[in-house]
């Protein structure tokens, strides 16, 4: 006997991303996870998390105080005032924002999270999400209860998109990412001001995902929020952002909401009741912001060993020829890997065969740009690359191997 499940989660079922070759990828890599003792074991290049730091990080949240009986309790869904503090110091010191209110700010179980929350806040059943592409894929699954339309769009064709269009799309939110995923850019700031600007003026929310904010490594290159412009209007601009990837912690679930949108906060801050962290997970993260030395030295050391390992591993693909978008920030780039395709014109499935030819042979995933995040073209995998050199370094040799044999076998 069936019991259908309700209509909203019908377009889930039908996707059934679960089956998705680069899930079950991921999976695979899971299930054999390399390691000196499993050597033959998959490198998984295709998830962005870091091992950087993992050993600084450990030393620092083992010493944590004796767990006060307080945070046994029900209370600070949104953030205890020690963290809702640390966030603000943070977005003063390192992100340009003046004058921050802490009241306007929220704690979330993850930037996802966070996205979801404001997005339903923001948007009515059916209304339309413009979101600049390529984009991380994700967002299918944060805006899993939204019930909206993901509309995606260039960026370099904002300007051309009409009042009509908007209004056909019922376009209530632009949900940009910066710096963005998959390229690992950050956008200047007269580029992010008339984005800011052209939502002012369409009268749409402007919801920043800044989660790789910390991660700047070129030093040409300088993050701006866009909290931290002037605006006329403060209520359509909200930041989403989260320790998953500044602090190497994606476990912990910890996402950061901040709006001068008085309304906005207030459902937000209900809304922590079922999206709240663990009193426990928020003692282990005063343990990373409170400390400003800490803090200060983890965001500096990161950067540059984000730096160091980026200039290793690029260095390795000059060498070999296999061509790649450069990168200013975050810790992933994207290959270019048009070249190397049997059959481009069968678009994602040309990319698929290349994904599971690596995979199955060589045990290294790396993301599929069309399937993974909606690039136009096929041809570009996103590669991420903060695992211990020892691994990375494995890792790029079987990866170059692989090509290498990839385009001499028959197509
Ligand atoms: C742009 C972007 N936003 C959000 C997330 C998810 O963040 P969290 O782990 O805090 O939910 C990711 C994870 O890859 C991401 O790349």
Redesign the pocket.
Known sequence: MSYPLSNRVQKYLKRDLMNHPLVKGAMKCASSVYSKENPEGFINLGT?MSDLNNDKLYDRVMVRPKFPVTYFKYGDSNGTPKLLQAFKELLEDHMGCVDVNADHISMCS????GVSIVCQAVTDVGDGVLVPVPC?S?FDFDLFNCDVNLVRFKLSNLEKLTDEYLQENKIKALLL?NPD?PMGTVIEREELVKIVNWCQEKEIHLIS?E?YALEVFDPEKKFVSVMSIKVEKPELVTMVY?L?KDFCI?GWRT?VIYSKNEQLMNVVKQSSFYSSLSKDTMLSIEQLLCNHEFRDNWITNNRKMIHKQYLKVTKMLDNAEVPYAKSTSAFFFCLDLRKFLKEPERGEISEIELHDFLLDNYHVQILAGMGGFYFAEPGWFRMCYALEWEIMETAMERLIKGLNEYLNTEK
């Open positions: 962005a993850g930037c996802g999270v991380y994700g990412t995923n995902d989660i989260g998953s994606p996402g």
